[in-house]
Nanobody
Framework: VQLQASGGGTVQAGGSLTLSCVAS????????MGWFRQAHGKEREFVASITWGLGNRAYADSVRGRFTISRDKAKNTLALQMNSLKPEDTAVYFCASSRQWGQQPETYDTWGRGTQVTVSS
């Protein structure tokens, strides 16, 4: 599996951004796909995940109700719609894949390059 994330940028608080992650190199029916983020000086943290086959979703408490994870099977693309952004959402965002359900970074074995999201107050 190869992953490539894009869509980051700078936005004012309250604004929206959509991140995309293109997946290639394998079939994904048994995969879990996730978004993580890492703020400067902090550990990488779970944001959201989705099962590729059934579309079951999970969210971190800090983003639930504001972020939406989705996947497009036909395009092999993972997305993260981020609304009502806050300065504390500022971080490098990564997409990742796993063969098991989980929210720990160690569960995920393939990572894309991160994309920077900056939310100004």
């Amino acid at each position: 599996v190869q992953l490539q994330a894009s869509g980051g940028g700078t936005v004012q608080a309250g604004g929206s951004l959509t991140l995309s992650c293109v997946a290639s190199g394998s079939t994904f029916s048994r995969y879990v796909m996730g978004w993580f983020r890492q703020a400067h000086g902090k550990e990488r943290e779970f944001v959201a995940s989705i099962t590729w086959g059934l579309g079951n979703r999970a969210y971190a408490d800090s983003v639930r109700g504001r972020f939406t994870i989705s996947r497009d099977k036909a395009k092999n693309t993972l997305a993260l719609q981020m609304n009502s952004l806050k300065p504390e959402d500022t971080a490098v965002y990564f997409c990742a894949s796993s063969r098991q359900w989980g929210q720990q970074p160690e569960t995920y074995d393939t990572w894309g390059r991160g994309t920077q999201v900056t939310v100004s107050s």
